[in-house]
């Protein structure tokens, strides 16, 4: 069956659900055919050829290779030749409002699968559209819009799925009694069971050379970091006044897992690929402090204290097949894959101690290829700009969008303007979808000062099948291999005003990393060489800075002023 996935959000309103008119021409019609196709031939290799052409904007060829591989009697077939006519003339370029069905719709008429994702998430206007099909086996629906004369019949395979949060979650709420009783509700619990958790490892790990005996060790090291993560022994803060807890579920071990199943290291390849893959990700919301005292668990029960941690880094390196070799580019013994910019390494950045540690940490990630990263620290501890170091000594491109109260999700997608060249209204991608369909890396500012109910929207993208629908223009959007998300914020609290807490299922989504002040010694060191300044002056600059900010903390001098 196939399945339509549409994530709900505070801004889903009818139109994404039902359809609605908007600008089409040849290219958007080309692309929706492209769509049924790639459905109806879903086993066969030549997708890939015609996305490459459509991508590449040979569109006539695209067109040619479709009716090349569907049947002659074919209702797609017939749609193509139009198609092609409408490409040969010289009003291919002619824009017209259509009705464009909405996916519900779609799947209602073709039986087809349908999941609304964070159904919780929507407005209760919007969910009151599901009540005609969800009512009887014969529900319909009425396109008045449109100008429908018989309404839409439900197709006897047509099956509807709905996803949700407890509302207990920050941003979450219940959705309307009348709605939520026509569904059959299973609530699906976390696996709390050793048994299950040996299925679940065996099943990622079954492919590698790794020895059985190693599959305890993991459970046995999950099940223990759990037990002190429930009794506030590792938190997202250190200050014992001010723990925060933090979340490992499931998606945390299975990242590990994935990353120890698909990376290749010299040596005892599987030894360091543990480390570094529950490094990496049971590393996330936690306290820069407990760094070690996590490391120190892996490398006791998982690697039973063999070989030590620092024989372990020395002996090992990252590798990759041949054939591939030259997509990536080596920093720190990790490989990170290569963009089409200009390498440029900035040898006036200053790297110090705790500025190296922050840079292992996010390559380690980026060397797992497709986790969106979360960066989170006080203002000035250099998260942005490590990322754009890192963006050019790689030759990624990397766009940049700084969040506030009023973000709306079209900075992000994008939206219909006109065009300065022959006036007609189009669709113009934003940064994120440009982000996504060229391999770029973007830079999601300021995070927690956005609506949380406009960043819930993203939830498919920031999951492991990294896609995005896209309801504008009815296209599912697949993002590139090299495509890269980055987040930044400060924490959450009154000393930076207008932050909020995210989602505990929003923020498990990323690795998380913090980012903590740089020590006294470490902004001597920047300051001496960066501004060229003696010792001296720069102890001096460093010293009066830090007065002044205990100055203002006990006198509260400023506390309202921005």
């Not at 570094?276 to 204290?305: A, N, P, T, W």
């Not at 997608?413 to 209204?425: A, R, V």
């Amino acid at each position: 069956n196939h399945l339509h996935i549409i994530n709900l959000s505070q801004q889903s309103d009818a139109v994404d659900l039902l359809g609605g008119y908007k600008p089409f021409d040849s290219v958007l019609l080309l692309k929706q055919i492209y769509r049924d196709f790639s459905i109806e031939q879903l086993t066969n290799n030549y997708i890939e050829e015609v996305q490459k052409s459509i991508q590449s904007k040979r569109y006539k060829e695209a067109i040619k290779l479709m009716i090349k591989y569907t049947d002659k009697n074919s209702s797609l077939r017939k749609q193509l030749i139009k198609l092609r006519e409408s490409f040969k003339s010289k009003t291919k370029s002619a824009l017209i409002f259509r009705f464009i069905e909405g996916s519900l719709v779609q799947a209602l008429r073709n039986g087809d699968w349908i999941l609304l994702d964070e159904i919780n998430l929507a407005s209760s206007e919007t969910l009151q559209l599901l009540s005609g099909i969800l009512e009887s086996e014969q529900g319909t629906i009425w396109l008045a819009e449109r100008g429908d004369k018989q309404p839409i019949v439900r197709h006897k395979n047509f099956r509807l799925f709905g996803c949700m949060n407890p509302a207990s979650d920050v941003g979450k709420r219940d959705i309307p009694i009348g709605i939520r009783n026509r569904f059959t509700e299973l609530f699906v619990d976390e696996c709390d069971e050793r048994s299950e958790y040996l299925i679940i490892v065996d099943k990622y790990l079954n492919q590698t050379n790794i020895p059985k005996e190693y599959i305890d060790r993991i459970v046995t090291f999950y099940i223990d970091i759990q037990t002190k993560v429930k009794n506030f022994l590792l938190t997202s803060s250190s200050t014992s006044s001010n723990r925060v807890s933090i979340t490992y579920s499931l998606r945390t071990l299975c990242r590990a897992l994935r990353y120890v199943a698909i990376t290749q290291w010299t040596g005892k390849s599987y030894s360091r690929a543990l480390f570094e893959g529950f490094c990496l990700s049971f590393f996330s919301q936690l306290d820069r402090s407990y760094y070690h005292d996590v490391q120190k668990l892996i490398h006791q029960i998982i690697l039973q204290e063999k070989p030590s941690i620092e024989v372990l880094l020395k002996s090992s390196q990252m590798i990759v097949s041949k054939e591939n070799s030259k997509k990536y580019i080596e920093i720190k013994n990790y490989l990170i894959l290569k963009g089409d910019e200009t390498i440029y390494q900035n040898e006036n950045y200053i790297f110090t101690e705790t500025v190296n540690e922050n840079l292992i940490n996010i390559i380690r990630i980026l060397s797992a290829k497709s986790y969106p990263i979360l960066l989170q620290g006080e203002t000035s501890v250099g998260k942005t700009s490590l990322i754009h170091w890192l963006s050019l000594a790689t030759g990624n491109k990397c766009l940049r969008i700084n969040n506030h109260e009023h973000t709306d999700l079209s900075e992000y997608l994008g939206t219909y303007t006109c065009s300065s060249n022959t006036g007609q209204l189009i669709f113009q991608d934003g940064p994120l979808i440009k982000a996504m369909r060229y391999g770029w890396w973007i830079i999601l500012d300021e995070l927690n000062l956005a609506s949380t109910d406009i960043l819930e929207a993203l939830n498919r993208l920031l999951d492991d099948n990294r896609q995005l629908y896209l309801s504008e223009t009815n296209e599912l959007i697949n993002a590139h291999e090299r495509f890269q998300l980055f987040a930044t914020q400060n924490p959450a609290g009154e000393q930076y005003s207008g932050r909020k807490r995210l989602s505990r299922a929003f923020r498990n989504r990323f690795i998380e990393l913090h980012f903590n002040n740089l020590p006294q010694y470490e902004l001597e060191i920047i300051i001496e060489k960066k501004c060229q300044l003696p010792k001296t002056y720069s102890k001096l600059l460093i010293q009066t800075m830090i007065d002044l900010q205990k100055y203002r903390s006990q006198k509260r001098n400023f506390f309202f002023v921005n």
